[in-house]
């Protein structure tokens, strides 16, 4: 009898003191955060946020602080379009065929068939991706740029 009232004293405490060992948090629906990729060709570390005292970048700077600073980019071509070409796809410009810069315009220099550039990924998450000015990024048809509008 003694083992019995242990066995349900034992039982009932538990079932009292989990349920405070657990989550106290329900679960967030799967919130997108929004995503703001600025691009600007030519352009160094000369911002404020980068503590260069000589430019005030304020807007830039609010952004910076609200979202994540690149401390350690690099490029992988000296040029404009390869180097485009590499962050769009995540390759090196050689291994898709866009190291030529802009000298060839024909169809057999497009990125290849399986590689898809970032946007596309964007948009298979849902998102609206759009861009306002750069053109090139080594693929022959312009629908193949994965924007939602230019």
Known sequence: MIKSRLFCYSLLNSCLILPCCSDRETPKDNIKPNILWLIAEDLGPDLSCYNEA?????????LANEGI???NA??????C?????????GMYQTTIGAHHHRSHRQE???IPGPVHLITHYFRQAGYFVTNS???????????????NSY
């Open 108 to 110: 057999k220099y497009k």
């Open 69 to 71: 600073l690149f401390t």
């Open 54 to 62: 000589g430019v005030q970048t304020p807007n830039l700077d609010n």
């Open 81 to 89: 379009s390869p180097s485009r070409s590499a962050f769009m796809t």
């Open 133 to 147: 000015n750069a053109w090139d990024f080594n693929k022959y048809e312009e629908e193949d740029w994965c924007f």
């Open 74 to 79: 690099y490029t992988t071509a000296p040029i």
